[in-house]
Structures are given as C-alpha cells and as structure tokens.
C-alpha cells in the first residue's frame, strides 16, 4: 500500500469516527436528554417522583455520560488533528471525568439506594461540571475556524447551559439548552468529513 494511499484510508477513517461521534452526540440529546428534561418540566405534575420511570431515566443518563466521554475525546481529537488547537484540552479531560463520576454516582444510587448522600455528590459534581463547561466555551471561542459557522451557537449554548447549570435552581433549564449544544456538537463532528483538513 502507497503512502498517499495509506493517508487517504487514515483520513477515511477518522471522518468516519467523528461522523459517528456525531452521531452519538445527537443520539445522547434526543433519547437520553430529552427525557430527563421532559422529566425535569413534569415530574411533580404527573407524581413521577420515585416511580421506575424516574429509575429509568437516571439509567440511561449513565449511559449518555458514557457516549459523552466518547464524543468530547474525539472533539479533542478533531481540534487537535486538524486545527492544532490545545487550548481546551485539560479542561475536556476535566469535563470527562466529571462525565464519569456523575454516571458512577448515578449507577450506585441504582444499585446501593442511597439517594441522600449520591445526591449530595451529584449536585456538587454537576455544578462543578458547569463550571468547567463555561469556561471551556469560552477558550473554544478563541478558536481561528468557525466549524462551519457552529463554533459560535456551539460555545454560546454551552456557556448559557453552564451557567443555568451552575446556578443548580434553574439547572432543569440548563438541561434543555444543553441538549441544543449537544445537537450542535454532534453537527461539528458529522460535517468533519466534508470539511479541509485545518492548517
């Protein structure tokens, strides 16, 4: 195999991965966020509280932290590999892991029902998380290219959703701005592949 073809396949490849991320991007918002927010509206109308629905729900909030590590690595990636942007890394590392302890602490209220002290733990692992995420927004805004003009909806979502987050009262108004981020994020990555590389 030829150099040049060699280069074509990796290029082949990686859009694949990031179309894919994107993908999971969407699919985090729309199936895993978007009932959490329905739940966040309705929950008390409906007397959800406690029920297996509400269970549910916290389930698959573990599973999105999950597909969340995987799009926020390959974003890393795609900053790093096309427009040799570093300036968000530590703080996606960061966002990762408050991803990964927030779908533990979800998984152990699950199985161990301790809801008093994993609530504790959450909401300061959340606020903390929206913290990072604004700040993370607004690095990213220092970035030369535009993403095909969703740099900016992007990084504005992510700081709106940040600081609703971080406010924890109205954090159930966060949710819903978070999954338009998500949205977003998931658009960067699935229009990668029709995109130059970044010198």
């Known amino acids: ?17 990031y179309a894919l991320a994107g993908w999971l991007s ?3 918002a729309v199936v895993v966020l978007l009932p959490k927010v329905a739940l966040d509206l309705l929950a008390r109308p409906l007397s959800l509280s406690g029920s297996g629905m509400v269970q ?12 969340g590590i995987y799009v926020l690595v390959m974003f890393r990636r795609l900053l790093n590999e ?12 960061a966002l990762i892991c408050c991803y990964a302890a927030v779908a533990i602490l979800v998984v152990a209220e699950l199985v161990f029902n301790v809801p008093v002290a994993v609530m504790s733990a959450l909401i300061i692992v959340s606020a903390l ?4 995420s604004i700040v993370y927004a607004v690095r990213l805004l220092k970035l030369e290219h535009d993403l095909s003009g969703l740099l900016k909806p992007y990084s504005y979502s992510t700081i709106v959703a940040g600081i609703l987050g971080a406010t924890l009262v109205l954090g159930k108004y966060g949710h819903a ?3 338009i981020s998500l949205i977003l994020l998931g658009m960067i990555l699935i229009r990668a592949k029709s995109e130059p590389e970044y010198l």
């Open 177 to 179: 701005i978070y999954m």
């Open 129 to 132: 998380s929206s913290l990072i």
């Open 1 to 17: 195999m030829s150099a040049e073809t060699r280069v074509g396949t990796d290029v082949g490849t990686s859009t694949g991965l």
């Open 82 to 93: 096309r427009d040799s942007f570093h300036g968000v890394d530590k703080l996606i590392t």
């Open 26 to 28: 969407i699919l985090q």
């Open 56 to 67: 549910l729900i916290s389930g698959m909030q573990a599973v999105g932290d999950l597909i």
